[in-house]
T-cell receptor
Framework: AQTVTQSQPEMSVQEAETVTLSCTYD???????LFWYKQPPSRQMILVIR??????QNATENRFSVNFQKAAKSFSLKISDSQLGDTAMYFC???????????FGQGTELSVKP | GAVVSQHPSRVICKSGTSVKIECRSL??????MFWYRQFPKQSLMLMAT?????????EQGVEKDKFLINHASLTLSTLTVTSAHPEDSSFYIC??????????FGPGTRLTVT
């Protein structure tokens, strides 16, 4: 069975600083995608970034980047130049390709302080 | 990105009544939709996978007679909570998957059973 673990229930960071959220996963599959989702207080789930397991290059989206370590089954999210609007719950998720369902981690509540 | 709507956003019902929640993919066809339940400060719990034109696949522990799912078209899935009780009060989220395996989430429905 696949599992996703986020070991940091809560984190805080000062505005404009950098923060890294951790995620590890366990699978015996070789073809999968990894995701980070953001859930702000509105509770709308927003895709932050996606990483295909077959790609060696780490995905980046503006201030968001990942450190994908396939052998270690680690998938951390780095947020640079943190903004107040980044305050949210962040979920790491895993999906087997093709046709799998999203498996979510427990979430990390991030607070960005002014 | 693609848009998924959910209706209603909030609903209050009396114990013993049934409630229907609609999930629509507005600008793409979704052969697969998913229904999640989320308690405060917790992760999303997958309830069922809904495939257009076929019966939904329920996760272990989810009562299929209580949570009726219908995916009658490529853009609409419905979740009906039958004979609702206070313990069914929760935040329900749907998502729709496109052909690139990206999942787009609805804004959620807050159900309160009195």
């Amino acid at each position: 069975a696949q599992t996703v673990t986020q070991s940091q229930p809560e984190m805080s960071v000062q505005e404009a600083e950098t923060v890294t959220l951790s995620c590890t996963y366990d699978t015996s599959e070789s073809n999968y995608y990894l995701f980070w989702y953001k859930q702000p207080p509105s509770r709308q789930m927003i895709l932050v970034i996606r990483q295909e397991a077959y790609k060696q290059q780490n995905a980046t989206e503006n201030r968001f980047s990942v450190n994908f370590q396939k052998a270690a089954k680690s998938f951390s999210l780095k947020i640079s130049d943190s903004q107040l609007g980044d305050t949210a719950m962040y979920f790491c998720a895993f999906m087997i390709i093709p046709g799998g369902k999203l498996i979510f981690g427990q979430g990390t509540e991030l607070s960005v302080k002014p | 990105g693609a848009v998924v709507s959910q209706h209603p956003s909030r609903v209050i019902c009396k114990s013993g009544t049934s409630v229907k929640i609609e999930c629509r993919s507005l600008d793409f066809q979704a052969t697969t939709m998913f229904w999640y339940r989320q308690f405060p400060k917790q992760s999303l719990m997958l309830m069922a996978t809904s495939n257009e034109g076929s019966k939904a696949t329920y996760e272990q522990g989810v009562e299929k007679d209580k949570f009726l799912i219908n995916h009658a078209s490529l853009t609409l899935s419905t979740l009906t909570v039958t004979s609702a009780h206070p313990e069914d009060s929760s935040f329900y989220i749907c998502s729709a998957r496109d052909q690139s395996y990206e999942q787009y989430f609805g804004p959620g429905t807050r159900l309160t059973v009195t």
